[in-house]
């Protein structure tokens, strides 16, 4: 019996270690091989399942949206400790996903449904050393087609539909195109993926309105979608620093996944973002 214990209990260990470690390869291999992290700028995939009737306007919102709240994604990175140096870029967005863009996956894994993309490894080899980083982390914008249940605000009535999303996909790439790590992230005990915003709406009001068993899903408006995406919060990181609150939930649950165990270049991790990239001895 008391083997059997010790047993369950080193195995109990070695699966809540192995549920911390949100990387493809061993987290001491991934802190030794990306000391310096370059972030492209926020893509958006235009040509992704988005079906909105304004798509066109929709899309040069989200592009207004990912540039003005990419600098805090990077001051996130910084604040884990986790590296020499984060780097956003310099590049537009939309040439830069043109020129990576290989394909894309509409997966269901594990009952998380996601959209995988696949970027060519020549030009991640390319932008890898004309950057002088170890890795890069590419962060794409997406549309998604996906069932759910959405209850009436009163929580009596709901529908089961086929719902519009944008969601976001993220991979760290090192110059060989491995994937190192990558978001969905399936290397978790609970699997989740939040949505980044939900495009439809049930409108149970217009059928109670009207006396029917009959609820419309309908897209909303840009303007209603302008007025979500400006609602902001003081940021975590960045002093005097202000963050979509919808950009902001996406980029904790994303950096939760990439923060040390411990700082791992000492010091406070609030300080970790000024120190600066050192080379190592050849």
């Not at 987290?27 to 926020?42: N, W």
């Not at 600098?71 to 990576?100: C, H, P």
């Not at 975590?236 to 165990?261: G, H």
Request: charged share 25%; hydrophobic share 40%.
């Amino acid at each position: 019996m008391f083997f059997r214990f010790a047993f369950l209990f080193m195995l109990s260990l070695f699966t809540f270690g192995c549920a911390q470690n949100f990387y493809n390869i061993p987290r001491e291999t991934y802190q030794k091989k990306v000391r310096t992290l370059g972030v492209a700028p926020l893509f958006v995939d235009g040509d992704s399942d988005i079906k909105h009737p304004e798509k066109d306007a929709l899309v040069n919102l989200i592009k207004d949206a990912n540039r003005i709240n990419e600098k805090e994604l990077i001051a996130q990175l910084k604040n884990t400790g986790a590296y020499f140096s984060v780097r956003l870029l310099d590049a537009d967005a939309g040439q830069m996903f043109s020129a990576l863009f290989s394909r894309r996956e509409k997966r269901d894994d594990a009952g998380i449904i996601y959209n995988k993309y696949f970027f060519k490894t020549e030009e991640i080899r390319n932008i890898i050393s004309k950057n002088d980083v170890d890795a890069v982390l590419l962060v794409t914008v997406n549309g998604l087609t996906k069932p759910d249940k959405i209850y009436a605000s009163n929580l009596l009535s709901y529908l089961e539909s086929d719902y519009n999303y944008l969601a976001m996909s993220a991979q760290i790439l090192d110059a060989d195109g491995n994937t190192l790590w990558e978001y969905p992230n399936f290397r978790q005990r609970s699997l989740t993926f939040p949505m980044f915003f939900a495009l439809q709406y049930p409108d149970f009001d217009e059928a109670a309105a009207n006396l029917s068993d009959r609820v419309d899903v309908k897209f909303k408006t840009i303007p209603g979608i302008s007025k979500a995406f400006a609602k902001a919060e003081k940021s975590s990181v960045q002093s005097k620093a202000q963050v979509s609150t919808l950009y902001n939930l996406i980029f904790e649950d994303m950096v939760s996944m990439l923060k040390p165990e411990k700082n791992l270049f000492g010091g406070k991790k609030e300080e970790a973002k000024d120190v600066k990239p050192q080379t190592d001895p050849k």
